[in-house]
């Protein structure tokens, strides 16, 4: 269906380190002023886990994923202590996702909410990678978690908005949508997915109206563009249609994309 174009590109973009959620270090290292043989074997540990750290993390924004998940293992394996550990698992789920590694990912960022059951941003990444593995009971039922915790999350509305769409749900995601909407209505892509709501409910001249409200904002948002043009093309409106979608080409940067929209402007 149509809204996977923009879940795909979301999700990508989901999982990018969080240095808020992220444990942070300074530049001190610990320094023995002890003998005791206990003592400074703890101090060892404690600077190795904070060396790690400081790797792991310029790993992740230098996006060389399986050094980072090296690095948040290893951390891992010296059985850090909270913040440490939570942050180590969550920071590791964020390695895998981002080298497709799925089940791993949803592996450590359970992990991360069993260490810090108020861990949002794990929760929040936990359903974007059950939809991922297209695991739709386990993501409606994180999402119900997460939203249930912070209900006036933008976030946490997305979220259960695009799990209400990939479920079926047309009038749970309207619900979604349209709340994050009254709360921003600029944001482009919240009226790109309450279109795909609305197609999803039959009600193809509102769709029409939120996809031409978002191409307002984002001219050149080829998703929109895309949809907009087989929404045209339901109603009737080949010549728009057609403009569309030959639009849509032009504006793809996925050449997936980019190649189905040439294809629909070429197809009647």
Not at 183 to 196: E, K, M, Q, T, V
Request: charged fraction near 25%; aromatic fraction near 8%.
């Amino acid at each position: 269906m149509a809204y996977r174009w923009v879940l795909i590109v979301l999700l990508a973009a989901m999982f990018q380190p969080a240095t808020l959620d992220a444990q942070t270090y300074s530049q001190t290292r610990p320094v023995p002023q002890t003998t005791n043989r206990a003592v400074l074997g703890r101090l060892a540990l404690e600077r190795e886990i904070h060396e790690r750290f400081a790797i792991g993390f310029d790993r992740e924004l230098h996006g060389r994923w399986k050094e980072a998940a090296a690095e948040f293992t290893r951390i891992l394996s010296l059985r850090p202590r909270e913040p440490q550990g939570s942050t180590a698992c969550y920071d590791l789920g964020l390695a895998q996702a981002q080298m497709g590694a799925y089940d791993a990912a949803s592996a450590s960022f359970n992990a991360a909410i069993n260490r810090d059951d108020g861990f949002i941003a794990a929760r929040a990444n936990l359903v974007s990678v059950d939809l991922l593995r297209n695991d739709l009971g386990s993501a409606r039922r994180d999402a119900d978690d997460l939203i249930a915790r912070v209900p006036a999350s933008s976030r946490a509305l997305y979220e259960h908005g695009i799990v209400a769409l990939d479920n079926n749900d047309a009038q749970a995601a309207l619900r979604d949508f349209g709340v994050l909407l009254s709360r921003d209505p600029s944001y482009a892509i919240g009226r790109y997915d309450f279109a795909l709501a609305e197609i999803a409910a039959g009600r193809l001249d509102d769709a029409e109206r939120e996809l031409r409200s978002a191409l307002t904002l984002v001219p050149t948002f080829a998703r929109a563009r895309f949809a907009l043009g087989a929404v045209l093309l339901r109603q009737g409106k080949r010549g728009q249609a057609r403009t569309a979608f030959d639009q849509a080409a032009r504006d793809a940067n996925d050449l997936t994309l980019r190649n189905l929209a040439a294809s629909m402007g070429q197809s009647f």
